[in-house]
């Protein structure tokens, strides 16, 4: 059987990354370009900002992709790339170039959801992975229990009301005083603190839900750290950050449960830039070996945005001969679309 080289692109935020992907598994390359240092000064992304650093990093992270890899243009079978959801210049950016490389090489352009490229994300870390399957995937942008029927083939099965948790997690470590990115300071932050400290809410939404809502907790902090001020009293912000991150987190791992026990599904991933947070990880293993689960999670380099996840994805969607015309638009609210090979 021939080997299928896909060479994925990823702009959708602040990441400009271009990675190849030997068929849907292995990764030979993977080129992110961060733009943290240059955001840091705002405390957080500035999209016009973000466009212009795409536009000067993507052929440069798409030309060291290749070089990494050992291969030149025309050894490519196709050009995966995120074309949702995402901030909108960003997007463009990533699309463009993706249309522009399949156009001159004349090989087939493969639109990738960015939910469904961080589920992918499983795929290159653990080999023997497999449908079904249920994954977390949960960010700055996202927070969602999705069921992997068949490869492409998913269901919803719960998302959040509001704020995503890597949202939440942003918003919080803002109010703490701690620098962009937010989500990996406070998690820093935590370590030193007792998470029983403050009891902070956790949002069930009912005995059987599987959706998610942050804002409650959000606010209940913000109450928290203002009551205390009032009254004189002095936040030690070790325990709050440890004692938030404790309310989200076991909601996200409870839920998760829940639904692969619900769906009759042994095998729970986790994925996303949250997916990173070591507290996170030790809660699920704990809690999934508790249940008989097997849990996986990515790499932490393959948790954060980047374009090998995007390649893997875009290589069943290749089997599937599901590639888009050169009048692709890039879609800032780009839903999650199902497709059966």
């Not at 050992?70 to 960003?90: C, K, M, S």
């Not at 992997?148 to 269901?155: A, F, I, Q, R």
């Not at 300071?185 to 005995?207: C, I, N, S, T, Y």
Request: hydrophobic fraction near 45%; include cysteine.
């Amino acid at each position: 059987m021939p080997v299928t080289w896909i060479l994925g692109i990823e702009t959708s935020c602040d990441e400009t990354s271009a990675s190849v992907v030997r068929d849907g598994r292995f990764v030979v390359s993977n080129v992110v370009a961060s733009q943290i240092a240059i955001h840091r000064q705002y405390g957080g992304v500035v999209p016009e900002v973000a466009s212009r650093q795409h536009l000067e990093k993507i052929t440069y992270v798409v030309e060291k992709a290749l070089n990494d890899a050992g291969l030149g243009f025309n050894d490519l079978d196709g050009i995966a790339v995120t074309v949702g959801p995402g901030l909108i210049g960003a997007l463009l950016v990533g699309v463009a170039a993706a249309k522009a490389y399949s156009y001159a090489l004349r090989i087939p352009l493969i639109p990738v959801h960015h939910l469904e490229a961080h589920l992918y994300a499983n795929f290159l870390a653990h080999k023997e992975l497999a449908p079904p399957l249920i994954c977390l995937v949960v960010s700055g942008g996202h927070t969602s229990l999705i069921l992997l029927k068949n490869h492409l083939e998913y269901e919803i099965l719960g998302a959040t009301r509001d704020d995503a948790a890597g949202e939440a997690f942003d918003k919080i470590a803002r109010v703490l005083g701690l620098p962009y990115p937010g989500g990996p300071a406070l998690e820093e932050l935590a370590r030193e603190g007792d998470p029983q400290a403050v009891h902070f809410p956790r949002a069930w939404l009912g005995k059987d839900s599987l959706e998610f809502s942050f804002s409650g907790l959000k606010t209940a902090v913000l109450n928290y750290l203002k009551n205390n001020c009032e009254e004189g009293k002095e936040s030690f912000l070790p325990d709050v950050a440890a004692s938030f991150q404790a309310a989200v987190i076991e909601v996200l791992v409870e839920k998760t449960i829940m639904a692969a026990k619900k769906s009759g599904v042994p095998d729970v991933c986790l994925a996303g830039g949250v997916a990173a947070n070591s507290t996170l990880r030790e809660l699920f293993k704990q809690k999934a070996g508790q249940e008989g689960l097997r849990f996986y999670f990515p790499d932490k380099i393959l948790c954060t945005d980047n374009a090998a996840m995007v390649a893997c994805a875009g290589y069943y969607h290749y089997l599937a001969g599901d590639f888009a015309p050169l009048t692709q638009e890039a879609c800032a609210n780009h839903p999650l679309i199902v497709a059966k090979l």
